[in-house]
């Protein structure tokens, strides 16, 4: 009797031990190329932590890189727990939600903005501009939701009124209107200038059309079903207490500097006094990147469920500037072959509709560096994925 008692207690044990066993041994490796390309960042300060992320379309993760701190000053190493300000990566949600709309017949992208906010029929253009004076006139053509999505409307980076209250102290629909007080800076679709206030326009829009807070709409349309549990404009405490915090080389390239997030109001859990940014406002965490990632490189559709159409992918996935043939599509980056957006601090999700190859770049850097990082990132995680 003892010993079949001890029989089925060994056995209970094996089988508590057992899944995080195989979790260990099905653990992906690392990247050899990949650590290679970025140990340099590391130990010249540039970068406090990476993770690295190469998988397919399948979901499959064939290289799972950590390297450094989410804390140097504590020693926390960095890891999948952490959570990052993803910043204009926001600006991909944005474009998505759009086209959600247009494919239920609800918004096209040349609709004229006036459309959906008429009391933006007062916007005028700057026609001259020196030290002495200003010379306003009519628009030629409307500025459109395509406009607004591809930074080709005219409209400066922010809003005047954001300039004085800061990005996110006020709500959307007040950030909408207010972009009549600045005048669009060239006639839309004349230029391309990168910047925010065109996609808290384009989130407004969404708010009219659908009903709903632009937030809402983000959490029931994407968030909620696609199981990202931690994206979000208002992280918690126990989110705040996750955050990877950002670095750069301080002045005598012989240690690190810890940067701040000016841009966004602090507590950043306080949902009375912050509103949405639609442009640079959300944090996430690499599993929820890896998420939107797959839907984005399955065509719109995952796990059964489809969130887009084949016709809005095509949408987000080609040039929308125009004339001014800037590789940049309704909220989304377009380089060597890929699709994606970064964020201010260097976080980059990058889709190859080709390969299926995701890559994720989740750092946090402020020293400028996170840029030709993130370049050498994607390069290396192209030619690793080929093989």
């Known amino acids: 009797m003892t010993s079949k008692l001890l029989n089925v207690a060994l056995g209970l044990v094996l089988i508590v031990l057992a899944p995080s066993a195989f979790a260990a041994d099905a653990q992906p ?26 998988a397919d379309k399948s979901g499959k993760v064939h290289y799972r890189n950590l390297l450094g701190y989410s804390d140097v000053e504590a020693r926390k190493p960095i890891g999948e727990d952490n959570v990052f300000w993803i910043a204009s990566m926001s600006k991909m949600f944005a474009g998505a939600s759009i086209m959600m709309l247009v494919d239920e017949g609800k918004v096209s992208l040349d609709d004229p903005v006036t459309k959906f906010i008429p009391q933006l029929n007062k916007w005028m253009v700057v026609e001259e501009k020196d030290g002495s004076h200003v010379l306003l006139k009519s628009p030629v053509r409307p500025v459109t939701i395509r406009h607004v999505l591809s930074h080709t409307s005219g409209l400066a980076g922010m809003s005047e009124l954001q300039q004085v209250t800061g990005s996110d102290s006020t ?28 996609m808290n326009i384009a989130a407004r829009i969404v708010e009219i059309v659908s009903g709903m807070p632009y937030e809402d ?9 696609l199981g990202m549990t931690e994206t979000t404009f208002w992280p918690n405490e126990a989110q705040v207490a996750r955050l990877a915090m950002a670095y750069g080389p301080n002045k005598e390239k012989n240690g690190y500097s810890r940067g701040g997030l000016g841009f966004l109001t602090k507590p950043l859990s306080d949902r009375i006094h912050r509103f949405p940014e639609a442009g640079g406002g959300l944090f996430s965490t690499t599993h929820d990147i890896f998420r939107y990632g797959l839907l984005l490189a399955n065509d719109g559709e995952l796990e059964g469920k489809r969130y887009l159409s084949h016709e809005a992918m095509n949408e987000l996935r080609k040039e929308q500037t125009g004339t001014t043939k800037v590789n940049y599509s ?52 192209t030619q690793v994925y080929a093989k």
């Open 29 to 54: 490796p690392a990247s050899p190329e990949v650590t290679s390309a970025m140990q340099p960042y590391l130990d010249s300060y540039k970068l406090a932590g990476v993770i690295a992320i190469i």
């Open 171 to 198: 709500p959307l629909k007040a950030r909408a209107l207010s972009s009549v007080t600045g005048p669009l800076q060239w006639q839309p679709g004349d230029k391309y200038a990168y910047g925010n206030q065109g």
């Open 217 to 225: 709409f983000l959490q029931t349309r994407f968030f909620d079903p």
């Open 330 to 381: 309704l909220g989304y980056h377009l380089r060597n072959g890929m699709f994606g957006h970064d964020g201010a601090y260097g976080t980059d999700l990058s889709v190859d509709p080709k390969t299926g190859m995701v890559a994720i770049f989740m750092v946090q850097c402020s020293g400028g560096d996170q840029w030709a990082a993130r370049d050498l990132f994607l390069k290396t995680a």
